[in-house]
């Protein structure tokens, strides 16, 4: 197994990956939060799959697997014995239903995510009290139930309603570790308003300061027994401190005669984080580092995992990765990392977060690893999954994907003729102006193109262009012409206001003529101002 020497994306099934390419005690850090919805019904993940309930109790759970009994039995041969026990015992009570199905694919990627941290590594997994439960077996299993470390709880959302029960407004994040020794920075959170507003009085340069007791007076252990100042007492310091404190202007002398220690308010670190989270919000729909991903985390909610669990140049992984927020948090706090995920929609959309938030692209700042190199493979992917194709197609030119439904199940949404934007800065001013990307991977047309100038004029979009798996005609160029240009003030130059640009061309380096500043100033993902640097990983 070749070592991994660059960060890098995986397009593929996590588990094969993990197993082909990943080698032994070689991640520092594990965030995965696995495709799990559990706002479905929860009497659906307990569903016997042979067909005895109504249809009318069942909806589609798409998001998860589905049983799987092959799998499960090669699971019983090869699985480490207690892991193959757990899972025997699981299934005795809780049948064969797409719950059990769930726990029994977690478990075959925690045992390869087990085999690949380090000894000093960390593993946190996010998920719901749906499962979280279960999850927690399946982990002490692995991991041994003295590696378990905390079940921290997020406060996802605010308070709501739903009826006939407690508002569900958590998410679970289980926190093991490899070993009895692991890489752990204490995080502070800011303190209360009620705490702050004991530090009430102010010296001369504005510093806020609290006093507090010196006298050791009814602790058991003992003190220090002398006179300062006239005030004689048993103190908690030796004289020598005393004298120090004094010398540093830390000391209070009271109206009373007594004298006590200043604590200044800006010495204090916080309050050390509890297993309580609630002060990291959801991204709500004004959020500048929205993507529209329907499971997307907030930044800084990886943030603070990988501040307390991972050092500078560490290795992170997220098997599930998603829109690829624990790799942007990685990128930006000088973490290498991995990134793993099924869907061409999640490689398309970490494509355009990297490039958004730190200006990286693909095989240039990091590699990419699964996706179509040549024409055949781009063809294998058409006939294989139209919509991955389309995904990954976007991505080609950097275009942020439209009309997907976080690729699930290989779905895709309506996207009114709408395949990917790309958005760019079209004067001095900062206004952003639209490119759109409509992409065709069967036969094309001219009328094909005739739509495309017509969806331009609709969304009032500066320019668009027409991605297709097969070559144009001269009927599709024709109707390409008819829309035109546009003029860029910006570079003093006039551009195809549509045009039409082959997957085969794109491979082969060709890149359609776009005004070459294609920053958003209105970025969604949002660009970091402390941008991590690419590190090269020895693994």
Known sequence: MKAITKNTLFYGDNLEILQEYIPDESVDLIYLDPPFNSNRTYSVLFKDERGMESEAQINAFDDTWHWNERFFRQMMQTAPVKVASMLDAMHGFIGENQMMAYLVMMAARLVELHRVLKPTGSLYLHCDPTASHYLKVVLDTIFGPECFKNEVIWKRTSAHNDPGKYGANIDVLLFYTKSNEWVWNQVFTEHSEAYKARFSHRDSDGRLWADDNLSAKGLSGGGYEYEYKGVKSLWRCPIETMQKLDAEGKLHFTNKGGIRIKRYLEETKGTVLQALWEDIFPINS????????????????????????????????????????????????????????????????????????????????????????DLNGAEALFRQNAYQFQWWAVSLIGAKPQGGDGGKAGKKGSDRGIDGVIIFTEDLKGRAGKILVQVKGGGVKSGDVRDLRGVIERENAAMGIFLTLKPSTSEMRVEADKAGMYHSDLWSKDYPRLQIVTVDELLNGRMPDLPRWLDDPHKKAGRDKDEGGQIEMEM
């Open 286 to 373: 004004q959020a500048q580092e929205r993507l529209g991903y329907p499971t997307q985390k907030p930044l800084a909610l990886l943030e603070r995992i990988l501040l307390a669990s991972s050092n500078p140049g560490d290795i992170v992984l997220d098997p599930f990765s998603g829109c690829g927020t624990a790799i942007a948090a990685a990128q930006k706090l000088g973490r290498r990392w991995i990134g793993i995920d099924i869907t061409h929609l999640a490689i398309a959309m970490h494509k355009s977060r990297l490039k958004d938030m730190f200006g990286l692209l693909p095989e240039k700042d990091y590699n990419v690893v699964g996706e179509p190199v």
